[in-house]
C-alpha cells in the first residue's frame, strides 16, 4: 500500500482506495465478539475514491460521504494497526 492508497486483488477482484481525507485513532476497550469483551484499537482513514471491480469489469455504486463537520466519514475506508487485547 502506497501512503493513502490502496490496491487489493483477489482472484478476478480488485479492490482500489484512495484520496485518505483524514486519519484517526479509534479506541473501543468494551468491544463484544463471540460473546466475549474484548478490547479494540486502529487508526482508520475515510477515502473520498473508492472501486470494486470483478473481471475488469467496474461494479455500479459510489463512495457515499457522509458530510460529518471536522471529521469527513465515508463508506470507503482503510484501517492501520488494528489491536486486539483480552
Known amino acids: 500500500m502506497a501512503a493513502g492508497r490502496l490496491v487489493a486483488r483477489a ?3 480488485t479492490v482500489r482506495m484512495s484520496g485518505v481525507l483524514d486519519r484517526r485513532w479509534v479506541d473501543v476497550p468494551e468491544f ?3 460473546g466475549r469483551i474484548e478490547s479494540l484499537n486502529f487508526v ?3 477515502c473520498a ?4 471491480s470483478v473481471a475488469g469489469r ?3 455504486g459510489a463512495v457515499v460521504n457522509y458530510d460529518i463537520p471536522d471529521r ?3 463508506s470507503a475506508y482503510l484501517s492501520w494497526g488494528e489491536t486486539w487485547r483480552a
Do not use: A, K, N, Y
Not at 49 to 52: C, F, P, T
Open 11 to 13: 482472484g478476478d477482484i
Open 32 to 34: 463484544e465478539l463471540g
Open 44 to 46: 482508520v482513514g475515510p
Open 49 to 52: 475514491h473508492g472501486q470494486i
Open 58 to 60: 467496474s461494479l455500479p
Open 72 to 74: 469527513p466519514w465515508t
